[in-house]
């Protein structure tokens, strides 16, 4: 690895589909070296996969397949920002359609656990509002949902219905 401070995500042994699916579904990522164990060892065999690196949307990782030994929680997500409900509905959609989870207030699991906010950019101003009343509706709103929906957000911080 080129950086000096990288993610490292602890895996049951799913590492390498985790970084390939990271790096199909998010933009600026990418699959790095896959190091293999170079003999047998008490919880595996030479050949087995230790650790790939990997880049999701520009941050370096590496994921350690370690066992089961811990497991991922909300403690560690990723957020990512979009830009539209489009992109926000690719992404929850790529995410909870592999095996993973919904959540609440735009946060979901994949298939491995790992968690991920899916943050529209129109609800960070909505809740950023000047106006408290505003930002107060908007979220309101929010805590009802699971994926985002930036249209009822807007609603909200309008003080209107969704489809007015």
Known sequence: MVSKNTVCLWFDGGAVDAAQFYAETFPDSSVGKIYRAPGDYPAGRQGDVL???????????????????????????????????????????????????????????DRWGLSWQITPRALIDAIADPDPAAAKRAFDAMMEMGKIDIAAIEAARRGRAPNQ
Do not use: H, Y
Request: net charge negative; proline share 3%; aromatic share 10%.
């Open 51 to 109: 650790t790939v690196e990997f880049t999701v949307m520009g941050i370096p990782c590496i994921g350690l397949n370690g066992g089961p030994a811990f497991a991922q929680s909300e403690a560690f997500s990723f957020q990512v920002a979009t830009d539209d409900q489009a992109e926000t509905d690719r992404l929850w959609n790529a995410i909870v359609g592999n095996g993973g989870q919904e959540s609440a207030c735009g946060w979901c699991k």
